[in-house]
């Protein structure tokens, strides 16, 4: 079964730690992304990779880190920089960036304590 | 700036048609999609146009007017598990998605 998974569902954490969010795909994707969702909001982009090893900010990246080693893997570190972490993170990859159909992940809700 | 209004809520009865709206205003445009989204769940695709017109896909319609900068989402034959968010997102010149808010959708009996 080909998908994107997320994990774990719920993370909790304490405020100044870092914490890292995991995100797979057995797509063959070139494409992955981070977005943050907060209540009544859209989604946001925190970072997203066209290719292994690049990646690119999005448009709240301050206090977020990733990396793309390997192409089915693209991994979001919250730091303890990011001021208001508390929210549902989502993993999401494409075909490639230029436009494709988005395939998102079951998301990560992480509450900073 | 780059933005996509979307209503924040509906109401629609089961069985009835709902039509949500979505105006943007993005720099260039690709296409636009809707996607469907449960409450604590990830979003689904729904649809995609880049073609001004309407795309029917079973009770699922939508429409787009380019030189309007307008999409609609129609929803036939409502069902109870229709109840959701419906966001709207434009792909502009960059290739990248501008994402509008989301329309929760709420059906009643």
């Known amino acids: 079964d080909g998908g994107i998974t997320q994990s774990p569902k719920y993370l909790f954490r304490k405020e100044g730690q870092n914490v890292t969010l995991s995100c797979e795909q057995n797509?063959?994707?070139?494409?992955m992304y981070w977005y943050r969702q907060d209540p009544g909001q859209g989604l946001r982009l925190i970072y997203y990779?066209?290719?292994?090893?690049?990646?690119q900010k999005g448009d709240i990246a301050e206090g977020y880190s990733v990396s793309r080693e390997k192409k089915e893997s693209f991994p979001l570190t919250v730091t303890s920089a990011q001021k208001n972490p508390t929210a549902f993170y989502l993993c999401a990859s494409s075909i490639h960036l230029e436009g494709n159909e988005q395939f998102f992940g079951p998301g990560t809700r992480l509450t900073v304590l | 700036g780059q933005n996509i209004d979307q209503p924040t809520e509906m109401t629609a009865t089961e069985g009835a048609i709902v039509q949500i709206n979505c105006t943007y205003q993005t720099s260039g445009f690709n296409g636009l999609f809707w996607y469907q989204q449960h409450a604590g769940e990830a979003p689904t695709f729904l649809s995609y146009?880049?073609l001004d017109g309407l795309e029917e896909k079973g009770r699922f319609s939508s429409f787009l007017s380019r030189s309007k900068g307008y999409s609609y989402l129609l929803l036939k034959e409502l069902q109870m598990k229709d109840s959701a968010s419906y966001l709207c997102?434009?792909?502009?010149?960059?290739?990248?998605?501008?994402w509008g808010a989301g329309t929760k959708l709420i059906i009643k009996p």
């Open positions: 797509l063959n994707h070139d494409a």
């Open positions: 990779s066209q290719i292994v090893n690049d990646f």
């Open positions: 997102a434009v792909v502009n010149r960059d290739y990248q998605l501008i």
């Open positions: 146009n880049v």
